[in-house]
């Protein structure tokens, strides 16, 4: 008998906690700033990529132009 009401005790306090939970909007502010976070950070990726390759040609140009000069 006093386990029961003991696990009847446990039971409604789990499901007021995950009603709790489920209703916190915090948790979606959170959520909305990790995508924004992942959205960023593949934006950055791409831009390095492409400024990567870029300035690689730069600097080969640069470096064409200078053996050329000094044959």
């Known amino acids: 008998m006093i386990v ?9 306090a789990m ?3 995950l009603l709790q939970f489920w209703n916190d909007e915090e948790g979606v502010t959170t959520l909305e ?4 976070a992942a959205l960023l950070l593949g ?17 080969q140009a ?6 050329g ?3």
């Open 4 to 12: 029961r009401k003991c696990e009847f005790a446990l039971e409604k």
């Open 15 to 17: 499901k007021e906690q």
């Open 33 to 36: 700033y990790a995508i924004l």
């Open 43 to 59: 934006g950055l990726t791409v831009a390095v990529a492409t400024l990567t390759d870029g300035l690689g040609e730069f600097f």
């Open 62 to 67: 640069i470096t064409d132009k200078l053996t």
């Open 69 to 71: 000069l000094a044959a």
